[in-house]
């Protein structure tokens, strides 16, 4: 199994760094991303007590998908920015204004 570091949040404020391995087969809709580039911006200031990854804008391409991913492929370039988790088919969505998407989640 591959494995990759991980710069994560932690509760002293100074960013920890764990090693994550990759499972042999992704499972549900998972998708294994690798990332080409992240950055860090000052909402990483309020993540740096979480037990969470940082830096939360990046690009990377897909390497693997799990058996149910319906929208991803291997080769394709994604991207991600401040919220998560939205549907990526409401109105809101699919007119660039994902912010407002119902089902989106916000980390901080």
Avoid at 20 to 38: C, H, M, N, Y
Wanted: proline share 6%.
């Amino acid at each position: 199994m591959p494995t990759f570091t991980v710069f994560k949040g932690h509760e002293s404020g100074a960013p920890k760094k764990e090693t994550t391995t990759k499972p042999d087969e992704l499972s549900g809709d998972q998708v294994f991303v690798r990332i080409t580039a992240s950055g860090l911006c000052g909402t990483d200031l309020h993540c740096r007590n979480r037990h969470m990854g940082l830096g939360h804008e990046g690009i990377g391409v897909v390497e693997e998908t799990g058996p149910l991913c319906k929208d991803l492929k291997k080769g394709d370039r994604v991207g991600w920015g401040y919220n998560h988790s939205f549907c990526g088919r409401c109105e809101q969505c699919l007119t660039g204004y994902d912010i407002f998407c119902p089902e989106r989640a916000i980390p901080v």
